[in-house]
Nanobody, 124 residues
Framework: QVQLVESGGGLVQDGGSLRLSCVAS????????MGWFRQAPGKEREFVAR????????TYAESVKGRFTISRDNAKNTVYLQMNNLKPEDTAVYSC?????????????????WGPGTQVTVSS
C-alpha cells in the first residue's frame, strides 16, 4: 500500500502562485508514475499533470501547460506541483495519485492510491 498526503493549497489572487507537495510513504518502491488531478465543484475529476517515478517523463493537460510544473525529489519521496499565473478556473481540490503499474496513463481510474486532497482557491 502507498499512502499519500498533499499540502500547500490555499487562497491566492488571480495571477498568483502556489506550490503543492505530495509526500508518499509505504511501498513507494512499487510506484511507476505519480499524477496530480483536480476536481472543481459540480465537475468531474480531471487530469492535471503526471511524472514518471524516475522523473524523466512529464505530461501536462493543455489547460495548464506553460503555467504548471511537476517535479519530484526522490530522496524525500515527494512530488511537487508548481502553479504559476493561476486563474479563477483553476479553483478546485487538487489530489495526488500513484500508479503502481508500468505504462503511462492520464486516466484517474488507472491510479490506485490517492491522497485526501488540498483546496486551491483563486480569487478574481
Amino acid at each position: 500500500q502507498v499512502q499519500l498526503v498533499e499540502s500547500g493549497g490555499g487562497l491566492v489572487q488571480d495571477g498568483g502562485s502556489l506550490r503543492l507537495s505530495c509526500v508518499a510513504s509505504g511501498r513507494t518502491l512499487g510506484i511507476y508514475h505519480m499524477g496530480w488531478f483536480r476536481q472543481a465543484p459540480g465537475k468531474e475529476r480531471e487530469f492535471v499533470a503526471r511524472i514518471s517515478w524516475s522523473g524523466v517523463t512529464t505530461t501536462y493537460a493543455e489547460s495548464v501547460k506553460g503555467r504548471f510544473t511537476i517535479s519530484r525529489d526522490n530522496a524525500k519521496n515527494t512530488v511537487y506541483l508548481q502553479m504559476n499565473n493561476l486563474k479563477p478556473e483553476d479553483t478546485a481540490v487538487y489530489s495526488c495519485a500513484a500508479r503502481v503499474f508500468p505504462g503511462a496513463s492520464s486516466r484517474s481510474g488507472d491510479f490506485g492510491s490517492w491522497g485526501p486532497g488540498t483546496q486551491v482557491t483563486v480569487s478574481s
